[in-house]
């Protein structure tokens, strides 16, 4: 079982070029400045990053939002249409 994940709602790009996935999580949210985390769609890990402390706003409760330290292929279109979770690795 994963101690926590996110399931990706939205993506969007910061002022300095980095994306963002922004949703809702469970389990204790990692307060860390590098994690490594999976990307998974429909339940397939189709590609790990590491990401960046959490962005989220302290006034919007149950929000997280993330930025991810590589480039990533995952886009708005599959978060849309697919069922889209960041985690922390595992290497299992």
């Known amino acids: 079982m ?5 399931e990706v709602g939205g993506i969007f790009r910061l ?4 994306t963002a996935f922004a949703g809702t ?3 204790s949210t990692p307060w ?4 490594p985390c999976e ?3 429909d339940g397939e890990a189709v590609e790990r990053a590491l990401v960046s402390t959490d962005l989220t706003d302290p006034g919007r ?3 997280r939002a993330f930025s ?5 292929k995952l886009d708005e279109a599959t978060v849309l ?7 922390l690795a595992t290497d299992e």
């Open 2 to 6: 994963t101690a926590w994940e996110m």
């Open 15 to 18: 002022g300095d070029g980095r």
């Open 25 to 27: 999580g469970a389990g």
């Open 32 to 35: 860390v400045r590098l994690a």
């Open 39 to 41: 990307i998974l769609v």
């Open 61 to 63: 409760e149950g929000q």
């Open 68 to 72: 991810p330290m590589d480039d990533v």
């Open 81 to 87: 249409e697919r069922r889209c979770v960041l985690r």
